[in-house]
């Protein structure tokens, strides 16, 4: 499985950005779940959100509750992170990754146990 992200950028505070992850090659099954990371300079990789492609269950970090939301177009084999009021705080590489057999809920505890990873696409937010 060829994960590609894009749809980062450079954002004011309090603006809006929609990312993207296209999937390709593989096979998708109901038990997959697919999901966004980010990772800022000199911090950890932290799990962002995650949706289950087969019934659509999503799970949110806390920090993003209210402001992200995750979708997924399963016939397009496509998943979206709307990202709105946006801080710098946000700022970050984001990544998507897929784990299969997997609810939303426990890949947000996998940490880099991810069976596959997207590139990565930056978000800059300025204050």
């Known amino acids: 499985v060829q994960l590609q992200a894009c749809g980062g950028g450079l954002v004011q505070a309090g603006g809006s950005l929609r990312l993207f992850c296209a999937a390709s090659g593989g096979r998708t099954f109901s038990s997959t779940s697919r999901g966004w990371f980010r990772q800022a300079p000199g911090k950890e990789r932290e799990f962002v959100a995650a949706i289950n492609w087969g019934d659509g269950r999503t799970y949110y970090a806390d920090f993003v509750k209210g402001r992200f939301t995750i979708s997924r177009d399963s016939a397009g084999n496509t998943m979206y992170l709307q990202m709105n009021s946006l801080k710098p705080e946000d700022t970050a590489v984001y990544y998507c990754?897929?784990?299969?057999?997997?609810?939303?809920?426990?890949?947000?505890?996998?940490?880099?146990?991810?069976?596959?990873w997207g590139q990565g696409t930056l978000v800059t937010v300025s204050s």
């Open positions: 990754g897929e784990k299969r057999g997997s609810s939303p809920r426990a890949m947000s505890m996998m940490g880099s146990h991810i069976d596959y």
